[in-house]
């Protein structure tokens, strides 16, 4: 079964520098793979999607993230981090043959000024 | 922009109660999805539901849950008789084709306290 792995539960950065967010993968083949952000009492965003093509996506609000076949990797960045990016991130897979997304553990960014 | 709504926002229950929990997906979408989240722990998924029945499920949508679609608008989840660790934030989700080929749109989701 694919599983999804964010290492990190909490980071803390300073407004105005670059972030990233590290999500790993475990599945035979390529998954879709995506990112979502919840803020606080809200459901759940998409921020951008990896299907095929080039792997390097750009999404919403400035993220964009690069899909590693070598690392089994899709890790999230933003080169200048807002206030208001302060939220909980997520990282999940699709394999692609059933309807279900499997979500990581969530990484909680919070924005220093 | 059109949204996912799901009533009500918070639903505390005692245990062995019956709950419904109400979704109203985007109008023209045509998959609909239950996901769960208990506080601290990860976004599980607990059914799809495609064309009235439920398309694939996991191992935690037991016989105590069931779907249904009543009408054209609502998408429902109930819980038979709710069990202290069925206490979670549960949304529901909707996209207009499958999974792969457009995203799913979320709701604020209904958080699920049972005593």
């Known amino acids: 079964a694919q599983s999804v792995t964010q290492p990190d539960i909490h980071i803390t950065v300073s407004e105005g520098a670059s972030l990233e967010l590290r999500c790993n993968y475990s599945?035979?083949?390529?998954?879709?793979l995506f990112w979502y952000v919840q803020s606080p009492g809200q459901g759940l965003q998409l921020l951008l999607k990896y299907f095929s093509g080039d792997t390097l996506v750009q999404g919403i609000k400035g993220f964009e993230a690069e899909f590693k076949r070598s690392q089994s990797s899709f890790n999230l960045r933003k080169p200048s981090v807002h206030w208001s990016d302060a939220a909980e991130y997520f990282c999940a897979v699709n394999t692609g043959t059933a309807s279900k997304l499997t979500f990581g553990t969530g990484t909680r960014l919070q924005v220093t000024l | 922009e059109p949204e996912v709504t799901q009533t009500p926002s918070h639903q505390v229950t005692q245990m062995g109660q019956e709950v419904i929990l109400r979704c109203v997906p985007i109008?023209?979408?045509?998959?609909f999805y239950w996901y769960r989240q208990i506080l601290g722990q990860k976004v599980e998924f607990l059914v799809s539901f495609y064309n009235n029945e439920i398309s694939e499920k996991s191992e935690i949508f037991d016989d105590q849950f069931s779907v249904e679609r009543p009408d054209g608008s609502n998408f429902t989840l109930k819980i038979r008789s709710t069990k202290l660790e069925d206490s979670a934030m549960y949304f529901c989700?909707?996209?207009?084709?499958?999974?792969?080929?457009?995203?799913?749109?979320f709701g604020n989701g209904t958080r699920l306290t049972v005593t």
């Open positions: 599945y035979g083949a390529t998954p879709y």
């Open positions: 989700a909707s996209s207009l084709r499958g999974l792969t080929n457009s995203p799913l749109h």
């Open positions: 109008s023209n979408h045509l998959y």
